[in-house]
């Protein structure tokens, strides 16, 4: 089988079982790139050495870790349901990632980033679906108007990362900010789904989470406390922690943010502080000053 027949088959085999749309292209491009790498004609010829061969490529080029374990994933799954050789995880593991230590806006952060986009509405409505719900940039690209329940004050996600779908709580602020947004952006109509966001010529017709996640990255390099490793993902990484600082339970924050399981989760817990600012110190009980 050559290797167009082969990645063709695999994105019918993904689609067959299921994955999320979004997972669909992204494997196909890492299995693709891999392909590419090894030059190979004849999928037949790929074995185990080629792949590992290919995670040495990647990290000699110091791409990020994610994206190896993306790649990996995605290698592994295209051994195993086209060429029938499934890889353990002894065999071909996923690199052991650093510490999670993600960056975190403070409050006048936060104040400064709103403060100073009052004129780009669209842009306003991205960062406080980020930060005020823990929304993912393609979960904010694929938003309708029927996801919004005002009545409830929820919104709906749907099939998002590994097709789960979800509702958040919405505050009184961004529902103001969403219909301020619908006054001045109408929400357009694409094969029967209104979304809020649209943009002419993408895929789907609602804006890409891409787009987004380069106009936030756009917008914060003006800032004095810009770092290079600030995202839009940044925004919810901010949003759970503060839940747990403010008595969330990580219960309701797994549901909150859709996660799979709560080691995904618990790695929110050594990020906050407010336990750690109630303790005594030890000379403070004792009343020992200077």
Not at 2 to 13: G, H, K, V, W
Not at 31 to 43: I, R, S
Not at 101 to 107: R, T
Not at 258 to 275: K, M, V
Request: aromatic share 10%; with cysteine; charged share 25%.
């Amino acid at each position: 089988m050559n290797t167009n027949e082969a990645l063709d088959l695999f994105s019918e085999r993904m689609y067959d079982r299921n994955l999320s749309p979004r997972t669909l292209p992204v494997y196909r491009g890492y299995v693709k790139q891999y392909l590419d790498f090894t030059g190979v004609e004849d999928v037949s010829n790929l074995n185990l050495s080629l792949a590992q061969n290919y995670v040495h490529h990647m990290r000699k080029k110091n791409l990020a870790i994610q994206t190896i374990n993306a790649s990996i994933s995605a290698i592994r799954y295209f051994s195993e349901i086209i060429l029938d050789q499934p890889y353990s995880q002894k065999q071909f593991p996923r690199l052991q990632k650093s510490s999670f230590d993600p960056f975190l806006f403070s409050d006048n952060q936060i104040i400064e980033m709103l403060s100073n986009i009052e004129s780009d509405i669209r842009l306003r409505i991205f960062i406080l679906l980020g930060l005020d719900c823990g929304l993912r940039s393609s979960e904010v690209a694929g938003l309708q108007i029927k996801d919004i329940d005002s009545q409830r004050m929820l919104i709906h996600i749907r099939d998002s990362k590994r097709r789960k779908s979800r509702d958040v709580k919405m505050s009184q602020t961004v529902l103001n900010e969403l219909r301020n947004y619908c006054k001045v952006y109408e929400p357009h109509r694409i094969d029967g789904n209104i979304f809020l966001f649209f943009s002419a010529g993408s895929i789907g017709g609602h804006i890409s989470h891409s787009h987004i996640s380069h106009l936030f990255k756009k917008y914060v390099r003006q800032f004095s406390w810009y770092e290079e490793d600030i995202h839009f993902h940044c925004l919810r990484h901010t949003f759970a922690t503060r839940m747990l600082e403010n008595g969330c339970d990580i219960f309701t924050l797994k549901k909150l943010l859709g996660h799979r399981s709560f080691s995904s989760t618990s790695c929110y817990i050594h990020l906050t502080t407010s336990d750690i600012q109630n303790v005594v110190c030890l000379t403070d009980k004792l009343g020992i000053t200077r």
